[in-house]
């Protein structure tokens, strides 16, 4: 199995010590853009065969990205920015963040930015005090 992470991709920083990077997802179509037919065991998001032309779904996310603290690479959260009619049944782009035990979604104009703020939170909530195991925020 290739890297989770899209090649050619780095780290970015949205808070001190907080980063992401892109995630080679199935629902994004990066599976499909190289050419794979199986990943994992999976065809999702593959390419397949119709008579003798490669097809594929459309993608249902622009990009999907993993957010963690460099002080504790373990904890993680998963967030995609889906287009309309994509990953759910909302007829604009929204992001969806796996912060906590639901899904939360953040749409409009700062949603990027909204989303990011709650990751960030959420990721400097989870990191222990010193002397103490992870405190919540």
Known sequence: M??????????IEIAPGIVYRPVRSWHAGNLAGERLREEGGDRSGCVFNVGAREV???PYTATHRLYWSKERPDATISAFLSYPGGMGACQEY?????????????TGDNAEVEMESAIARSLVASLPFEGTEAHSG
């Not at 929204?94 to 035990?101: N, P």
């Open 2 to 11: 290739k890297s989770a992470f899209l090649p050619c991709t780095r780290e």
């Open 56 to 58: 594929t779904n459309p």
């Open 94 to 106: 929204f992001w969806e963040a796996y912060i906590g035990d639901e899904p939360e979604r953040f």
